[in-house]
């Protein structure tokens, strides 16, 4: 497996190539996507522009390099079958097949997969194609619930009644501008309590887990204003959070089991790659709020930097079936990384403007760039993440912002995420949730 192919350009794909890089066996890097990422291109052999889009464009490619094995990022690629395409033109994949990437590409279909394996971790709901019957069906939840567009949405198709709704006409209005888009929609009970995401490598029948991290998708300090991709992330040196157990975490973990299970069951596939479950935290127990079939990002800037493993090692485990024999090590660091997105993000992001960074710094993590004559310029969706490791995350959050801070351009970032001050906001939350 000497010729590797990496599937896309963002800041989750440039730690997947830096860690490719450190590989102890010999192997070429090649990277496909739809722009250059002037920090992956530097570490490959050959690197194409071309759209993900484009399935029959990207399997030719790929044959013509004599790809043997790809490892696609972003979730796009998984829902039209890029992985299918791949496997059947000979080449093994890390990232699933779009039977089994519907865990995430749909979410009543991830929804009806944990009724068959863990229901306790689902919510009450309802599915919807019409505004037939969600008027009584939000007058039953009552003032606790999320309207949830079934597809991909890039992490800003929920809407969270009393957040982003404040009542049952402005409801209906955004369950009306789904159904005139030609989309379909669920509305679930709203959980309350404190989010945790934890990724798991599997290869269909064991799934080896990542460390909790925990993401802020609202834009702005304080959790206020709309959801984005992810604004910054933290974890902690033991791999857990401050407001979870050993209990919370090994049921996390047991979820993302039983969830690869019965997606082989049901769909005759295994799931090849990362399975990404996205918890909360409740008095009742840990609930699932949706799933991703592929590294979180930034989430895995955090994993990735304290990954010890080899990760090509991990790689062909996936891909041979033969996680189980493979030894998994993290680092006892704490991570935080924190984004910086143009001003206006996420409704009307600058663009065209010019970022000055170095490009060189190890925290540092390029995403929706491009680059002219070795100038940087953002494209209008997040620009940048920098990450702090240390092993206490004091000093990990200083890093991290002192790095982000240091980018220029038409840019802000949340400085919150990570500070003691947060977290310990979601600890005390916690505690009156369980209270």
């Known amino acids: 497996m000497n010729n590797v192919l990496l599937v896309g350009s963002g800041a989750r794909e440039v730690a997947i190539a830096k860690k490719i890089k450190k590989s102890r066996g010999p192997l070429s890097l090649f990277c496909i996507a739809p722009s250059t990422n002037p920090q992956i291109k530097p570490l490959t052999v050959s690197y194409f522009e071309r759209s993900l889009r484009d399935v029959d464009e990207v399997v030719s490619l790929a044959k013509k390099l004599s790809i043997d094995i790809a490892i696609v990022g972003p979730e796009n690629p998984l829902e039209i079958g890029l992985v299918d395409a791949l496997e059947e033109g000979g080449i093994l994949c890390v990232g699933p097949r779009k039977s089994v990437a519907k865990i995430e590409t749909s979410k009543a279909f991830a929804r009806n997969i944990l009724d068959l394996c863990d229901p306790e971790k689902n919510p009450e709901r309802m599915e919807f194609s019409s505004l037939v019957g969600v008027k009584s069906f939000l007058k039953n939840l ?22 982003h709704l404040n009542s049952i006409h402005e409801s209906l209005s955004y369950a009306k501008s789904i159904v005139d888009s030609g989309g379909t929609f669920l509305i679930e009970e709203k959980f309350l309590g404190e989010e945790f995401s934890l990724m798991s490598f599997c290869d269909g029948t064991y799934c080896a887990h990542m460390p909790a991290v925990q993401d802020h998708k609202r834009v702005f300090d304080g959790d206020v204003g709309p959801n984005t991709g992810g604004m910054g ?25 039983r969830v690869a299970l019965e997606l082989y069951k049901q769909t005759g596939e295994k799931f090849r790659g990362v399975l990404y479950g996205g918890f909360m935290l409740t008095s009742s127990g840990v609930k699932v709020i949706e799933y991703n079939a592929r590294f979180g990002d930034p989430e895995a800037v955090n994993v990735l930097s304290i990954l010890e493993t080899d990760f090509m090692d991990i790689c062909k485990a996936i891909v041979s079936g033969s996680l189980k024999d493979l030894k998994i090590v993290f680092s006892r660091k704490a991570t935080v990384c924190k984004y910086a997105v143009p001003e206006g993000y996420p409704n009307k992001p600058s663009r065209d403007f010019e970022v000055v960074c170095n490009t060189s710094l190890d925290g540092l993590y390029l995403a929706a760039v491009q680059e002219k004559n070795g100038v940087l310029t953002a494209t209008g969706s997040r620009t940048a993440a920098f990450i702090g490791i240390d092993r206490d995350i004091v000093v990990a959050e200083r890093v991290a912002e002192k790095g982000v801070g240091s980018i220029g351009g038409k840019l802000f970032h949340r400085k919150d995420i990570g500070t003691s001050a947060l977290i310990s906001r979601r600890v005390k939350h916690m505690k009156d949730v369980l209270s």
Do not use: R, W
Request: aromatic share 8%.
């Open 233 to 257: 992330t933290y974890s902690f040196a033991n791999h857990s959070l401050p407001f979870l157990s050993k209990e919370d975490i090994a049921a996390a973990q047991k979820t993302n089991e």
């Open 142 to 163: 009552g003032e606790q619930y999320v309207i949830k567009c079934d597809g991909l949405m890039g992490g800003k198709g929920v809407k969270v009644s009393g957040e």
